[in-house]
């Protein structure tokens, strides 16, 4: 009897830390009715109905496991991605690293600052979202006239941008590590500011544009 008490006592301590594990860490709210719950291993959930709000830098309330965020779900009924929400890079702007994020079909608008100084490695998008698109885990307007975030995967080496794609967002290809080859055809009427930035001279640039609205400074000072 004394020898199955004091077996019992040990699997008990053994299995209340594992109840405590798969608490929730932290949670709050973010605007009128959406809700964010961080798990502590890396996943933040955000749900609820209606917009996220805008931040200023590091003014997310994540911003605090910056170093320890991997992965981001954003449920159905959460209709916007706010300003600054995943710029997660400390004061010295070093920017920071997600691996996946799920983007559900009631998203239709995403600030431009909304992933700033973020590495994403996967994103993927809902196949009914009416806004967004996600191919080869590039992220595109619908219409695929706006080329808005390359993945920073270390898969790719060479890309060429849709022909139907006539703006390329700020930013768009700064994080990708392995990308030696980018090829930017005369569709390309608008570009944004430093899309290569933190890349070295070993990319070539294929540039098949003559179309004068181009701002190819903005190419090669983002890699000076």
């Known amino acids: 009897m004394k020898k199955f008490l004091a077996l019992f006592i040990v699997l008990t301590f053994l299995i209340i830390p594992a109840v405590q594990v798969s608490a929730v860490w932290e949670t709050g709210t973010i605007g009128e009715s959406v809700k964010w719950v961080y798990d502590g291993y890396g996943k933040l959930t955000i749900s ?3 917009a996220m709000e805008d931040y200023e830098f590091k003014g997310a309330p994540w911003q605090k496991y910056k170093g320890e965020l991997r992965n981001v779900v954003i449920e ?4 916007y991605i ?3 929400a995943f710029n997660l890079a400390d004061s010295s702007y070093i ?3 997600i691996e996946s994020i799920s983007i559900p079909a009631s998203v239709t608008a995403i600030h431009k600052d ?3 100084e973020t590495a994403v490695s996967g994103i993927t998008v809902h196949r009914d979202n009416p806004s967004y698109i996600c191919e080869g885990g590039v ?6 006239t706006e080329l808005l975030i390359f993945p920073a995967s270390d898969l790719i080496y060479a890309y060429t941008v849709p022909e139907s794609v006539t703006k390329i967002a700020n930013e768009a290809f700064r994080f990708n590590p392995k990308l030696i080859e980018l090829t930017i055809l005369d569709n390309v009427t608008e570009i944004g500011e430093n899309i290569l930035y933190n890349f070295d001279k070993r990319i070539q640039y294929n540039l098949y544009n003559d179309n004068n609205r181009l701002n190819m400074y903005e190419i090669f000072k983002s890699v000076d």
């Not at 159905?76 to 209709?79: A, D, K, W, Y």
């Not at 992220?139 to 695929?144: S, T």
């Open 48 to 50: 609820g109905t209606g």
């Open 76 to 79: 159905e009924g959460v209709t």
């Open 82 to 84: 706010g300003a600054n």
């Open 95 to 97: 920017h920071t690293d």
């Open 114 to 116: 909304a992933f700033k």
């Open 139 to 144: 992220l595109f307007n619908k219409a695929k």
